[in-house]
C-alpha cells in the first residue's frame, strides 16, 4: 500500500533511534488531515503502538500504520527521503494527488 525507498528507511531508522524509538519494533504513522494549501496535508510521526481500526503495512522494514480514514487517500503512495542543498526531507509521491502546493506538503483530489 505505501512504499519505502531505500533513502527513506535510511532517514527514518536514523530519526527513530534519535528519538528513542526501534525500527524494529515501532511504527510510523503516516495519515492525512484537513488543512494545507491545497485541502489535505500529510501527517508523519513515530508511534510505539497502532490503534484500533489501524492498517499495518511493512515494506523495506519499516512498518507503517495508517488510520481507516487515510487509507484510501495514501494508495499505492511512495514515502522517499530528499536531501541535498534544495531537499525538502521527506516527499510522498502520491498518485491519488491531482493537484499539490509547490511545498508538496499538501494536495487535493
Known sequence: MIKVSEEAKSKISALMNEEGFNVEADYVRVGVKSGGCSGLSYELKFDKSQAEGDKVFEDNDVKIVVDKRSVLYLAGTILEYSGGLNG?????NNPNAQRTCGCGESFSL
Open 88 to 92: 525538502k526531507g521527506f516527499v510522498f
